[in-house]
């Protein structure tokens, strides 16, 4: 599976699904969610309202209608209440839930907005440190799942914590772990982000750059320090 942190506005996007940070109602009541609602049709809110509602941590689908996505899948992320609610658990359950749809309709490509960072206010660190594993644990079975950011914070973020799980992997195995775990890693974030011009030039660029970086992390001895400053070199390579 390919995992993409992306910018761009995810109404305009040609997927089998777009995933939408809803409220309970799925009345299109956060901004994003409104412009969903516009974008998708009279039928879609239509469709919307016939739901009768979504519980939180849950997931429910319809036809995309006027969008691009063929599919809309609306996830009701929790009320951020500082952490000590359960929100972590129930966010985790939001995306499971979606890629538990995704798979059942046989899915190959999917995107992701960054669920409950605008409508519920969980911090965006926060929420891309439970999104980036479950999205490529449970998301194993799709092809391409890219994760549309809105501004360069999110984008930030959610790039930051999929850096970090990768290297965490290749530390984990630093010392008698499989090298197919390093190979994966190695690919994972060659594509993380894509570049401004994607030629297959600047893409090998890329993987030459990363294998690089990656080298000289798995060869020191596994420690916080070595983690952060390798992860400052890959988000390096991403912003030049």
Same mark, same amino acid.
Request: with cysteine; proline share 5%; aromatic share 8%.
């Given at each position: ?7 761009g ?6 997927c ?51 969008? #691009?996505? /063929? ?5 009701? $992320?929790?009320?951020?209440?500082? %952490? !000590?609610?359960?929100?972590e658990?129930? *966010? ?31 911090? #965006?660190? /926060? ?5 980036? $594993?479950?999205?490529?644990?449970? %998301? !194993? ?5 890219? *994760?549309?950011?809105?501004t ?22 630093q ?12 690919l994972?974030?060659t594509v ?10 600047r893409?090998?660029?890329r ?11 798995k060869a ?21």
């Open positions: 599976m390919e995992l993409r942190v992306v910018c506005d995810i109404t305009t996007w040609k089998d699904a777009i995933v939408n940070s809803a409220s309970e109602s799925l009345l299109g009541d956060s901004a994003l969610d409104m412009r969903i609602h516009q974008a998708g049709g009279l039928s879609f809110r239509s469709a919307c309202s016939s739901l009768g509602g979504c519980q939180e941590g849950k997931a429910v689908l319809t036809y995309g209608y006027d969008l #691009p996505a /063929r599919y809309v899948i609306h996830t009701v $992320p929790p009320y951020w209440r500082g %952490g !000590a609610y359960q929100e658990a129930l *966010l985790l359950s939001c995306y499971r839930s979606c890629l538990a749809l995704a798979t059942a309709k046989q899915m190959q490509y999917v995107a992701f907005s960054p669920i409950g960072i605008e409508d519920k206010r969980i911090p #965006p660190n /926060r929420a891309a440190a439970v999104a980036i $594993p479950v999205l490529v644990g449970a %998301g !194993a079975a799709l092809q391409r799942i890219d *994760l549309v950011c809105e360069a914070k999110t984008l930030r973020a959610y790039t930051k914590a999929a850096v970090y799980f990768w290297l965490q992997k290749v530390s984990d195995i010392a008698a772990g499989p090298e197919t775990i390093w190979k994966e890693a190695l994972a974030l993380l982000r894509p570049a401004g011009d994607n030629s297959p030039d893409q090998a660029d993987l030459v750059s990363v294998r690089q970086v990656l080298q000289a992390y020191r001895p596994a420690s916080i320090v070595a983690l952060e400053e390798t992860a400052a070199k890959i988000m390096e390579i991403y912003e030049t």
